[in-house]
């Protein structure tokens, strides 16, 4: 079990730019979630998915966000025409979906994100 | 709508102390709770699950408690250690399983 992998780590952009995050959930786990934290603030909720089903999205993501998951396995979130206010930490989380410890949610590393 | 607040932002503990913070929650009625410990710069990490019909969940030094009559879960770190010091959330499920988080309270353990 390797964990929740999230790429690429840091990633620092001009404004207007395009940027794309991938996430590997933990091998067998059938939900994946995508998170934005800032500084002092607790994770926010962003999108999840139930295999490739992309069940929930958060208000919080424009229509600039999109994330996919296609074969149920690793997902991407990509942002488009970045601006200055997207500048975050960007969490990837995983969780089995059934089961005893079916609810228990493992994030990532988190990729952070920079827009100049 | 749903809200989480965490007793404090920051909390001072003298080593050996122990550590109890606190998780609030309104308009709610979760099935379960976790707690996250999380590092500056690092993903939150998984401490502890407490479903609704357990009232108290251990983990060697980590207590933590539930009252669904409260709508409250109570967090305890007994003989607390400077490598305790970190920012624990705490966060709520319920219906689609997605977490909904606390702000997070920063615990500093003092030598």
């Known amino acids: 079990d390797t964990g929740v992998s999230q790429n690429p780590r840091h990633k620092i952009t001009k404004r207007g730019q395009n940027v794309t995050f991938r996430c590997d959930p933990i091998?067998?786990?059938?939900?994946l979630y995508w998170y934005r934290q800032t500084l002092g603030q607790g994770p926010e909720f962003l999108t999840y998915?139930?295999?490739?089903?992309?069940?929930?999205k958060s208000r919080l993501l424009s229509d600039r966000f999109s994330a996919e998951r296609p074969k149920g396995s690793f997902s991407t979130l990509e942002i488009q025409r970045t601006e200055q206010g997207d500048s975050a930490m960007y969490l990837c989380a995983s969780s089995l979906g059934q089961g005893r410890d079916g609810n228990t949610i493992y994030f990532g590393e988190g990729s952070w994100l920079t827009v100049v | 709508s749903q809200k989480i607040e965490q007793n404090s932002e920051a909390l001072n503990i003298q080593e050996g102390k122990t550590a109890t913070l606190t998780c609030n929650y309104t308009?709610?009625?979760?099935?379960?709770l976790q707690w996250y410990r999380q590092d500056p710069g690092r993903g939150p990490v998984f401490l502890l699950l407490?479903?609704?019909?357990?009232k108290e969940k251990r983990k060697e030094r980590l207590k933590v408690t539930f009252d669904t009559t409260l709508k409250q879960s109570l967090f305890h770190i007994t003989a607390s250690q400077p490598a305790d010091s970190a920012t624990y959330l705490c966060?709520?499920?319920?219906?689609?399983?997605?977490?909904?988080f606390g702000q997070g309270t920063r615990l500093t353990i003092n030598p």
């Open positions: 966060a709520p499920i319920q219906g689609a399983q997605k977490l909904v």
């Open positions: 308009n709610y009625s979760p099935a379960y």
């Open positions: 091998s067998e786990h059938n939900r």
């Open positions: 407490i479903r609704e019909n357990e």
């Open positions: 998915f139930q295999n490739e089903a992309q069940l929930e």
